[in-house]
């Protein structure tokens, strides 16, 4: 089970929840469980969020694997200027 | 020659870490490069704007027809050129951007909300019909009481710049609007326990000003609409994939139809990830059916280009009598001008960045005002949430008598170190700047009356993103290299490096040049510190492509399996038993038969990078101020900043030093100055004061290298970073220097001589 | 109004030209005498972007007008090779990456080269007031001085 962590407004769209378990393989499927279990968290995921697995930031990466034991962390997303 | 095992990735590195000469440089030395304004198409028009005269006003009626009529006259364009577009957020980092404020930011739709706001645009045969033909469009404005200010703007009474506007990331929604787009936080840990715990706690508000990228080069584009609505645009920007999406979703027009040809660009830092002129120049250049170039002058640049936050802080940190951090708490209130969408959510994500500490808390708001729609200025965000806690952590080093350098230490982020905004860190070289900072002469110069010494901290996250990047063999073994990303300032150089050590080639056989939005896949823009770390990324994915080509004609020429050849130190040879039979061929001997082996040789690198590491940086800076003006003068400078691996060292030592001179101009004298009439007052290079050459002593810079394990290279993206330490480390200094804990932004001479008076001290030094 | 009709040297070519009463020497160089190399940064004489030499004297062409350089001798930035030679200055840049995007190179070359035609050993604080009135938002200075300062070493040793 990966070790999933919401940083920053999202948690405000789980009623607060901040942390779960969930057995996802890839970021795709880490927001299809997420959506699953909270639908507003839906449209937020698909655009403008980054993902970190143990430490490494990604960004628009759907297909990226994540491993059964990561600690993975849904972020804002973040460019520069 | 040094070999890097990045990532595993093993090629001799004959160019990278050398300072070779730059290939685009003659062109720069001698006047004949092309930046935006250079660029002239035959019969082209003049565009010019109308801009509104008022911070805040109801727009009752355009009259163009005056205007229209005017000889020499041959297209205008208003908001009705323009539909409208559905309020929706598309990401653009972490300023998600909302067509809906961006067409209302080319052209003003129901409102104006800032001075300077576009209102209409006209094409003419010559300037001076253009500029008469403004003065006979007809706005008919109904004014409106405005605000500037950040805290004013979130007064429940204060003016309301959107009707619609109704704080997001707060339950429950708010009954009314108002001027609060947005509030974001991030917490770790239990901050109340946390200060509970604390031996020692500094508490302090501090403000910033709006500050512009300043860049040189004003804005400048040409558009060319044909009769069959193909689209070229030559402009200069940090993004021209950007622009093309931009301009194709404004105008309802197919992206493959619009081809967007970058300039030389001078100078960008951010302000040039968005649109300004180019929707017009196309939207004019459509109805005109000719070219129509604009250009922006310095006043309009000012007015109504993205300047970077204002902004008000609120820090509070708690650490324990033996330098432990144990508490770090921040609100921050950034302005984001006309519409949302400031860098306050980056801002909040990197206040406490740099430390390993257990319980956080910032809380950040995003707040429209009476000012242009900001835009994003190199490390959008971090520069004000770190002024301000750098600050506090420079009083916590006072109170608890340890040195700054040393707490630092103490509680600096590193491998492992769980970030204030979740994963961990990788590998990171906050701790080797700390250090590097510590061993410099300037760090033990002795210092006189006046003079102070401060140092500060700072980080960018960086990204990678979406990246295209050809190699293509010449028939005569040169190579021609083709990236997609703007050069601001020696990527070609730093990319023909990477290509030359990856194919064995000499450097000055290959030409490196900035494609076109035609010529490959689509490319994010240039920021993000991304160009050297996603481009060279790119070259390597290209160079594997005709690596590996090399080797399949090489086992066919000589009749061997895939397994039998390998590409070595610019080289197909054949390996094993078979070794001394064959002549390793090279590159260039390929050139020579690529027909009669297959075809021309390329590759094609086309990824969305990831990886990307931080970069850390330290500045340390010794000042001294005159008690009779007030005036502050850098006497000595040094940044250190992890590079990661620094391709060329010359212009990874010259981010350092420019940002470090934009930092220092942001803490000393740059600012919006605003009339009671909401309208800019320093809209110039005479009062808006930038860092003159006499104004700064050589900036020395420390190249620290902790390689990004993602990287090929090991490359960390560096423009960022050195913007973000100056202000703090200068308010340390200054404090140092006069005993005075300067909060608000620019800490000019008029500010300083001020606080000495208050305090008796604005007497001359002794002696004079 | 009828246009001025002026002749002037520009880089040492004689060049004929019509021009408004309003316009710029700047916009003359660049709009009517395609000479691009000259740039436009605040039309107000503050960055220094628009450089030239007029009868040997550095000023920023955006503050002379058109009709006031009949009969006079304009050096630009795009005088300053000879043929395939670059001066010392403009190498001199190069090999220090005194220049990042380039768009102030120009106005700095034309007024560094000033200083040294009438200063060949200018300490460095002589350069930076010098320098003052050309402003570069990417470099921080610091490898324009040295450029300037090296190559004035160099030109000392001929």
């Known amino acids: 089970m990966a070790r999933v962590v919401l940083v920053g407004n999202l948690v405000q769209l789980t009623g607060g929840v901040a942390q779960f378990d969930l057995p996802a393989t890839s970021v795709k499927h880490l927001f299809a469980l997420l959506a699953e279990r909270h639908p507003a968290l839906a449209p937020h995921l698909e655009e403008g969020v980054a993902v970190a697995i143990d430490g490494q930031i990604y960004q628009d990466t759907l297909l990226e694997p994540i491993a059964p034991d990561s600690e993975v962390f849904v972020m804002p997303q973040i460019a520069g200027g | 020659m040094p070999q890097t095992n990045g990532n595993g990735h093993a090629v001799a590195q004959t160019y990278v870490g050398t300072r070779t000469v730059r290939p685009d440089g003659v062109d720069k030395v001698t006047g004949r490069a092309r930046f935006g304004a250079d660029f002239s198409l035959p019969g082209q028009l003049v565009g010019r704007v109308l801009r509104s005269p008022h911070a805040h006003a109801r727009i009752v009626a355009i009259d163009t027809s005056r205007a229209e009529q005017l000889p020499g006259v041959k297209a205008v364009v208003t908001r009705d050129d323009f539909p409208d577009q559905s309020s929706e957020f598309i990401p653009a980092g972490e300023m998600l951007i909302n067509y809906r404020d961006v067409v209302r930011n080319v052209l003003a739709r129901e409102k104006v909300l800032y001075e300077g706001h576009p209102v209409a645009a006209v094409a003419a045969t010559s300037v001076a019909i253009a500029k008469r033909a403004l003065k006979l469009i007809d706005v008919q404005y109904e004014v409106l009481p405005h605000v500037i200010d950040v805290v004013e703007a979130m007064r429940p009474d204060a003016p309301l710049l959107h009707e619609d506007l109704y704080t997001a990331g707060v339950e429950p929604k708010p009954a009314k609007p108002s001027n609060v787009a947005k509030r974001v936080e991030i917490s770790l840990g239990d901050i109340e326990a946390g200060f509970a715990k604390a031996d020692v706690i500094v508490e302090r508000e501090f403000t910033t000003q709006p500050v512009h990228q300043g860049y040189i080069e004003p804005h400048a584009a040409v558009a060319s609409v044909s009769e069959d609505g193909s689209t070229e645009i030559w402009c200069s920007t940090q993004g021209h994939f950007i622009v093309r999406a931009h301009c194709a979703r404004l105008l309802g027009l197919d992206i493959g139809k619009v081809r967007v040809t970058a300039s030389e660009i001078g100078g960008g830092f951010g302000g040039k990830t968005v649109v300004y002129l180019e929707p017009l120049a196309v939207a004019l250049s459509k109805k005109a059916k000719r070219p129509v170039k604009m250009v922006m002058s310095r006043e309009e640049v000012f007015k109504a280009s993205g300047p970077t936050s204002g902004a008000h802080i609120k820090v509070k940190m708690g650490a324990t009598k033996d330098g432990r951090f144990v508490a770090g708490y921040a609100e921050l209130r950034y302005q984001a001008g006309a519409f949302q969408g400031s860098p306050v959510q980056p801002g909040v994500m990197c206040a406490y960045a740099p430390y390993d500490i257990e319980n956080v808390k910032v809380i950040g708001y995003d707040v429209v005002s009476n000012r242009p729609k900001v835009a994003a200025y190199r490390a959008p965000g971090a520069p004000i949430s770190e002024f301000a806690v750098e600050s506090v952590v420079d009083e916590l080093a006072k109170k608890l008598e340890i040195d700054p350098v040393e707490l630092r230490l103490q509680n600096a982020a590193r491998e492992g170190t769980k970030a204030a905004y979740g994963p961990k860190f990788g590998p990171i070289g906050l701790v080797d700047t700390l250090h590097a900072v510590e061993k410099t002469n300037q760090y033990t110069t002795p210092l006189g009356e006046w003079q102070g010494r401060g140092v500060a901290s700072g980080f960018w996250f960086n990204i990678g993103g979406e990246t295209c990047a050809s190699l293509t063999v010449n028939e005569d073994g040169t190579v021609s290299l083709m990236a997609g990303t703007p050069d601001i300032g020696g990527l070609r150089a730093s990319l023909a490096m990477v290509a030359a050590d990856e194919l064995g080639v000499p450097y000055e056989k290959v030409r490196p040049i900035i494609g076109d939005t035609g010529s490959l896949g689509f490319n994010f823009l240039t920021g993000g510190s991304r160009s050297c770390f996603s481009g060279a990324m790119a070259i390597v994915e290209a160079a594997k492509e005709i690596k590996a080509d090399l080797c399949a004609r090489a086992a066919k020429l000589w009749d061997l399996k895939a397994d039998q050849v390998e590409f070595k130190d610019g080289h197909v040879r054949a390996t094993g038993a078979g070794a001394d039979k064959h002549t390793p061929m090279s590159v260039a001997d390929f050139a020579k038969v690529a027909g009669k082996t297959g075809g021309p040789i390329g590759g094609y690198g086309r990824i969305n990078a990831q990886g990307a590491g931080p970069s850390f940086g330290t500045h340390l800076v010794d000042l001294e101020v005159d008690p009779e003006t007030g005036r502050v003068t850098i006497l000595r400078y040094t940044v250190a900043q992890d590079a990661g691996k620094a391709i060329h060292p010359s212009y990874v030592e010259g981010q350092y030093q420019g940002g470090a001179a934009q930092g220092i101009g942001w803490a000393l004298n740059e600012e919006y100055i605003y009339g009671a009439d909401g309208k800019l007052q320093n809209a110039g290079f005479l009062d808006y004061r930038m860092p003159v050459a006499s104004d700064l002593p050589m900036i020395d810079a420390i190249l620290v290298e902790v390689p990004n394990p993602r990287h090929p290279y090991g490359v960390r993206g560096v423009g960022e970073t050195p913007i973000v330490p100056p202000m703090a480390a200068i308010a340390n200094a200054i404090e140092r220097a006069t005993g005075i804990r300067f909060t608000d932004l620019p800490i000019s001479p008029p500010k300083v001589l001020k606080a000495l008076r208050e305090r008796g001290l604005n007497h001359p030094k002794n002696g004079s | ?158």
């Open chain 3, 1 to 158: 109004m009828a246009k001025h009709h002026v002749t002037a040297t520009v880089n040492g070519d004689e060049v004929e030209f019509l021009c408004e009463t309003e316009e710029t020497l700047l916009d003359v160089l660049r709009d009517t005498l395609t000479l691009t190399g000259s740039k436009e940064g605040c039309s107000s004489g503050d960055c220094g972007a628009c450089s030239v030499t007029l009868d040997g004297r550095l000023v920023c062409s955006c503050l002379v007008l058109g009709c006031e350089v009949g009969g006079r001798r304009i050096e630009t930035i795009e005088g300053m090779a000879k043929g395939e030679t670059l001066h010392p200055l403009q190498r001199k840049f190069l090999e220090h990456a005194a220049l990042q995007c380039g768009i102030c190179t120009p106005g700095v070359l034309v007024a560094a080269r000033s200083l040294l035609e009438r200063d060949p050993d200018p300490s460095e604080t002589e350069v930076r007031y010098w320098l003052a009135g050309n402003l570069c938002r990417c470099t921080g200075y610091d490898k324009i001085i040295k450029a300037v300062m090296d190559t004035a070493a160099e030109l000392r040793r001929r």
